[in-house]
């Protein structure tokens, strides 16, 4: 939970004297492309980006969903989901904002699951996965029946923070359960997820 910042002024100011330029401007007090290569030296590429489990944002997956709630233990990896029905998503209203709505839920709750095959490169390293998707409102992620995310209010498409210590523990080479439940109390509402992994640049 904390930031912290280090700068320098472009130009000297009435007590400083650690600007880049001095005070008017008129004197560049270093040679620029001297000053330029050992800080283009330190800038890494942006790093890959690689989608492990599609969201639904372009092309739709099917998921197993509901909107009665189910027994207790609906985001087991061995709960019979047999009679869901199965959607693609996004799935909720076509009003709610920047959304694709496939599959309409216009009641207070939904449960959706899904198996997905995820490779053991993938796992290899957690840190690197980042959830991608959209909840409209608060919303219980979980793999394998271990809830790896917890998600308040609402978010439109974009990174979802994954806990590494849950998802180490539960993720898996070969097939993977995902489940959620997302609730709804007013405004729009909406439901989509996938996983991508950013993996660093290394030179």
Known sequence: GL???VYTQTTDVEIELNGFMTYDRAVIKFPVDAMRKPNEALRLPAPEVKVVVPCSKTNAQKWSYTFEKPADNWAAVDFDASAW????????????????VRTVWDTSDIWIRRDVEIAAEDIE?????????YHDEDCEIYVNGVEVAKCTSYASYGYLGLDAVALKKALKAG?????IHC?????????????????????
């Not at 097939?175 to 489940?179: D, E, L, R, Y």
């Open 175 to 179: 097939k993977n359960t995902i489940a």
């Open 3 to 5: 930031s912290a910042a």
């Open 85 to 100: 029905k199965v959607g693609e998503a996004g799935f909720g209203t076509k009003d709610t904002p920047d959304t694709n």
């Open 125 to 133: 390293d957690v840190t690197q996965l980042v959830g991608y998707g």
């Open 183 to 203: 609730k709804q109390t007013k405004g729009g509402q909406y439901i989509d997820f996938g996983i991508i992994r950013e993996i660093p640049a290394t030179k």
